[in-house]
């Protein structure tokens, strides 16, 4: 992929700290694009990703204060990206007869709610211009009403792939939203949720194995 002369040269990777997530911004980086890697906790992924390609600028938030993410979306820097990938999730343990509201409240947060405020401080921008490329990084668990023992993620995750009707507006700018529902992937996400037999989960996939990181990356590119 590389990026058109005139077309989308900055890019807001929410979740850049993720397998995912960092494999994106590094495709993306090789393309040509300035970088915002947004991370809460785990700086040492997204500063290793600066390391290893120029142009990647390390961009903290905590996405489950909203609040915050509006401050960071109003900025300069966010308001020229020419696309916004979501990536960022929160894979920790809850069950619908047994549920954490704080947890929940969280989890949703960072997993859909926040998706939802940068785009609509950037879409309209991004109309403004006539280009822009919007990615929503959702789940198949979706299909599957998520694990017993993942509610809160399964649900951040359908909430996220709301397409609301601003966005279909934006398209007749130039303005693309679409959503991608990410399959079984090797990464330590999955550690999160103790006792998943992934051998097992990897037999009902067609192909008989999880898809690799790279490959997720590439089909968001």
């Not at 040269?9 to 947004?38: D, M, N, P, Q």
């Not at 040492?44 to 960071?72: I, K, M, N, T, Y």
């Not at 809850?94 to 969280?106: F, G, H």
């Not at 996400?189 to 790279?214: C, K, N």
Request: charged residues 15%; hydrophobic residues 50%; negative net charge.
């Amino acid at each position: 992929m590389a990026a058109p002369a005139g077309g989308p040269r900055k890019v807001l990777v929410l979740g850049a700290s993720s397998t995912i997530g960092a494999e994106v911004c590094a495709g993306y980086a090789e393309a040509g694009y300035h970088v915002l890697a947004h991370y809460h906790r785990n700086r040492e992924a997204v500063e290793r990703l600066c390391s290893a390609h120029p142009g990647v600028e390390p961009v903290p938030c905590d996405l489950a204060d909203l609040h915050a993410v509006a401050s960071l979306a109003a900025t300069e820097a966010v308001q020229a990206c020419d696309a916004l990938v979501c990536l960022a999730a929160v894979a920790s343990p809850t069950r619908l007869d047994a549920l954490d509201v704080d947890a929940l409240v969280r989890i949703m947060s960072v997993g859909a709610l926040a998706n939802y405020v940068v785009m609509g401080a950037l879409g309209p921008a991004m109309a403004d211009r006539g280009y822009g490329r919007i990615v929503i990084g959702s789940s198949i668990g979706v299909k599957f009403g998520g694990g017993a023992d993942s509610f809160a993620y399964a649900l951040a995750n359908h909430a996220s792939e709301f397409i609301p009707r601003a966005a279909t507006q934006w398209a007749g700018s130039g303005v693309l939203t679409n959503v991608v529902r990410i399959g079984v992937t090797d990464t330590p996400l999955h550690e999160g949720f103790l006792g998943r037999d992934m051998t097992a989960r990897a037999s009902l996939i067609p192909m008989h194995r999880l898809a690799q990181p790279a490959e997720v990356a590439a089909l968001i590119l």
